[in-house]
Antibody
Framework: QVQLVESGGGVVQSGRSLRLSCAAS????????MHWVRQAPDKGLEWVAN???????YYPDSVTGRFTISRDNSKNMVYLQMSSLRVEDTALYYC??????????????WGQGTQVTVSS | EIVMTQSPATLSVSPGERATLACRAS??????LAWYQQNPGQAPRLLIY???TRATAIPARFSGSGFGTEFTLTISSLQSEDFAVYYC?????????FGGGTKVEIK
């Protein structure tokens, strides 16, 4: 069965860096795009980054230039390198699998998340 | 950026009743619209993609409709496990965006 397990979260000071990891299993990882989505405490969902199977990447303006998504198909891993962290980056970070069929897409599997807390 | 607006923010419904949730996009997203359910302390779960197609193992009481800018998620007869927060998401343009959520609570 498909599993996504995030790790690497923690408490970090504002301005510092942190790298999140997501271990994927149960599917042919190299064929799928992957995303990171975050959720601030008691808030909604915010898409953070995407990497396609071909390596193309997308980010929203809120993290462009500070966050970098990458993948290692040999290890079935996706990463999120976060730098210049801000207090407002505090959130639970989810890894999610991209699912596209008949020209429409969504996120069909999600991990349980890893907590990132940025202190001032 | 496409802004997704969900209404109402909170919906109070009795078990067994019907719930209708709305999602509006600030621009046309065709049918590139998904719905997710999130129970407390859990990750989101995909319910509907392509505006109206149920995801794997999603019960038939969940249905989605709409096209363009107006979308609806209907839960025909609420079960106890359906009291949760529901999010819509557009996947038509970058950046991908979610609505603010509708909390379905027990009346």
């Amino acid at each position: 069965q498909v599993q996504l397990v995030e790790s690497g979260g923690g408490v970090v000071q504002s301005g510092r860096s942190l790298r999140l990891s997501c271990a994927a299993s149960g599917f042919t990882f190299s064929r799928y795009g992957m995303h990171w989505v975050r959720q601030a405490p008691d808030k909604g969902l915010e898409w953070v980054a995407n990497i396609w199977s071909d390596g193309n990447k997308y980010y929203p303006d809120s993290v462009t230039g500070r966050f970098t998504i990458s993948r290692d198909n040999s290890k079935n891993m996706v990463y999120l390198q976060m730098s210049s962290l801000r207090v407002e980056d505090t959130a639970l970070y989810y890894c999610a699998r991209d699912f596209c069929t008949n020209g429409v897409c969504s996120f069909d599997y999600w991990g349980q998340g890893t907590q990132v807390t940025v202190s001032s | 950026e496409i802004v997704m607006t969900q209404s109402p923010a909170t919906l109070s419904v009795s078990p067994g009743e019907r719930a209708t949730l709305a999602c509006r996009a600030s621009q046309n997203v065709n049918t590139n619209l998904a719905w997710y359910q999130q129970n407390p302390g859990q990750a989101p779960r995909l319910l509907i993609y392509g505006a109206s197609t149920r995801a794997t193992a999603i019960p038939a009481r969940f249905s989605g409709s709409g096209f363009g800018t107006e979308f609806t998620l209907t839960i025909s007869s609420l079960q106890s496990e359906d009291f949760a927060v529901y999010y819509c998401q557009q996947y038509h343009n970058w950046p991908l965006t979610f609505g603010g959520g509708t909390k379905v609570e027990i009346k």
